[in-house]
């Protein structure tokens, strides 16, 4: 009590932000986990069903077709994550020259400025059917055969969205993945330069088991970032054609926005919340390093 009166003033400053935080945050976020619980339309009371929303979500085909969606598309986005911007790290990394690392590392990270919808238009725009920069270049090579649409070919549009990006440098990964590199202990690279180690073999037994920490960081950002993700599926393809690119977070979406099914787009969110959760436990479980033990 006294240290509380001591800070008072401390304390009432802070009230302001905890308050919003509060009510932007914890109270629609708890307001969600209520509702999941009931059917909330966009008028009237909503009325208490229980378990009816998730029941009713375990026999939805949309949702049960999205979930094998949403599986390849987040481990399409792990790979993306960690294997080009790791490449990429450890060849500017091995650089001798102080001034090349640093222009490379700028390089990589000026894209980052970019807002991630142009970069989602632009793709958009390369993979048009009639006009697009990836049916040309098949023309200007020689293999109209190949030329189709898209977006717009079930059998092709997820893996047109998983193209997103390439060659997938992200800037936020490789960033941490280079400062990761940075941080190893010089001279236990140079004794294993002594010993007459490839960079190959530094590279798996010194830089990966050394960047757990770092690799850990990075599937967990992407982890939660691929969940959550429906806006370069609402772009690009609207979740068709049919439903072959549809995602449970924009199933959500167009249960809020479009039917007003508020009560059953709450139990999407809620469900979408606890599988990551538990992923990201899994991760922390599963991913320790022998650094930190």
């Known amino acids: 009590m006294n240290s509380l009166l001591r800070h008072r003033v401390s304390y009432l400053l802070l009230l302001p932000t905890f308050t919003l935080v509060i009510l932007f945050f914890y109270y629609p976020a708890l307001s969600g986990i209520f509702h999941a619980f009931t059917t909330w339309q966009a008028v009237g009371d909503s009325r208490w069903v229980g378990l009816d929303n998730f029941i009713f979500m375990a026999t939805d085909p949309f949702i049960r077709h999205s979930l094998y969606n949403q599986?390849?598309?987040?481990?399409?986005?792990?790979?993306?994550?960690?294997?080009?911007?790791?490449?990429?790290?450890?060849?500017?990394?091995?650089?001798?020259?102080?001034?090349?690392?640093?222009?490379?590392?700028?390089?990589?990270?000026?894209?980052?400025?970019?807002?991630?919808?142009?970069?989602?238009?632009?793709?958009?725009?390369?993979?048009?059917?009639?006009?697009?920069l990836l049916n040309q270049a098949l023309v200007g090579m020689g293999l109209e055969d190949l030329k189709r649409a898209w977006l717009g070919d079930p059998n092709f549009a997820l893996g047109a969205i998983v193209g997103i990006g390439f060659p997938w440098i992200g800037a936020l990964a490789f960033l941490i993945l280079y400062a990761g590199l940075n941080n190893i202990p010089g001279d236990i690279v140079d004794a294993a330069r002594i010993d007459g180690a490839s960079k190959f073999a530094r590279i798996l037994q010194i830089d990966l088991p050394m960047l757990v920490p770092q690799i850990r960081l990075v599937v967990l950002l992407t982890l939660i970032a691929s969940i959550q993700d429906f806006g370069r599926v609402l772009v690009m393809t609207g979740g068709g054609p049919g439903y072959a690119t549809y995602v449970p977070a924009l199933w959500m979406y167009e249960q809020t926005f479009l039917m007003s099914h508020f009560g059953y787009a709450s139990a999407i969110g809620v469900t979408l919340f606890l599988v990551i959760l538990t992923s990201s436990l899994i991760v922390l479980r599963v991913m320790k390093g022998d650094v930190e033990d």
Do not use: H, Q
Request: proline content about 8%.
């Open 71 to 132: 599986l390849l598309l987040t481990l399409a986005d792990m790979v993306k994550a960690l294997v080009p911007p790791f490449i990429v790290a450890e060849m500017i990394y091995s650089l001798r020259s102080e001034r090349e690392r640093y222009w490379l590392r700028t390089l990589c990270v000026i894209p980052m400025v970019a807002p991630g919808m142009v970069i989602i238009l632009m793709w958009y725009f390369i993979y048009d059917p009639n006009v697009g």
